[in-house]
């Protein structure tokens, strides 16, 4: 791992923040952690592979990661602002399901090159997955479906409260 690869990592982390502390439900407190993710991706999906079971293991990815997102989203509290806007505050189990997504995939990142890389070759061969090409894009994805999850859910509840009188 590179010291750009913890900055990515520790950023994409490190927006559990403004979750914990709340914020209100604008489109640019919207789509950061989108834009986050969007632009990790862009640094690092250099190829999509789609050989063997990549697929496969991608469809693991956005499952695994679109069930963290919806539960984060789930567990997120929202009230109405005195303005009417829609004010979201992450608990502890929808900041440590955020946590949890995004430091399982920099966990994984650390230990594939540091030790670990012959387990991943072992398990990539045995089913099929063929290389780290095919992983990058899975944890991306996941990381991906995780934050569209979240978001998903939270602005349709935000909606309901915001329009609730």
């Known amino acids: 791992m590179t010291t750009t690869d913890y900055v990515i990592s520790a950023t994409l982390i490190l927006l559990v923040i403004p979750q914990i502390r709340g914020v209100r439900q604008t489109l640019h407190n919207t789509l950061l952690p989108l834009v986050a993710v969007a632009a990790a991706a862009a640094y690092y999906l250099k190829s999509f592979p789609t050989q063997g079971h990549d697929l496969r293991l991608d469809v693991v990815g956005v499952v ?54 012959g387990s991943v070759a072992r398990f990539s061969q045995d089913n099929l ?31 309901r409260v915001a329009t609730a009188s």
Do not use: K, N
């Open 64 to 117: 695994v990661g679109a069930v963290l997102g919806i539960t984060c989203g789930a567990s997120t509290r929202l009230s109405r602002a005195s303005d009417g806007t829609a004010f979201a505050r992450a608990g502890i189990l929808a900041a440590l399901l955020w946590i949890v997504g995004m430091a399982s995939r920099a966990g994984f990142e650390y230990w594939a090159s540091h030790g670990g890389s």
């Open 129 to 159: 997955i063929t290389g780290s090409a095919a992983w990058t894009a899975a944890l991306l994805l996941m990381a991906l479906a995780q934050v569209l999850g979240r978001l998903t859910v939270i602005r349709v509840r935000s909606t």
